[in-house]
Nanobody
Framework: QVQLVESGGGLVQAGGSLRLSCAAS????????MGWYRQAPGKQRDLVAS???????VYADSVKGRFTISRDNAKNTLYLQMNSVKPEDTAVYYC?????????WGQGTQVTVSS
């Protein structure tokens, strides 16, 4: 089992920055891809960004150039640097990790962007 705990969410003004972290614990050996998803009220959960163990990244078009995903494999921690945030970035952000055939999810952290 892998446990994921997100932190760093909160209230930020439009144009500001926020850094999310996701700490993995438990059976972390063999974690491959990791990623961030978000879900706004009444909407589906969508991919924000993902990163492979070797560092290859994928971003949603809506966040390209503003958000940066990174990971520290030694610390089993995933990050999401959010710059130039917009009100439409308001959502609950979830961390996910894949180990073998299993996907694990964190409990989510709320990000609210005020205009």
């Amino acid at each position: 089992q892998v446990q994921l705990v997100e932190s760093g969410g909160g209230l930020v003004q439009a144009g500001g920055s926020l850094r999310l972290s996701c700490a993995a614990s438990g059976s972390t050996f063999g974690i491959a891809g990791m990623g961030w998803y978000r879900q706004a009220p009444g909407k589906q959960r969508d991919l924000v960004a993902s990163i492979s163990r070797s560092g290859n990244t994928v971003y949603a078009d809506s966040v390209k150039g503003r958000f940066t995903i990174s990971r520290d494999n030694a610390k089993n921690t995933l990050y999401l640097q959010m710059n130039s945030v917009k009100p439409e970035d308001t959502a609950v952000y979830y961390c996910t990790a894949r180990r073998g055939v299993n996907d694990y999810w964190g409990q989510g952290t709320q990000v609210t962007v005020s205009s």
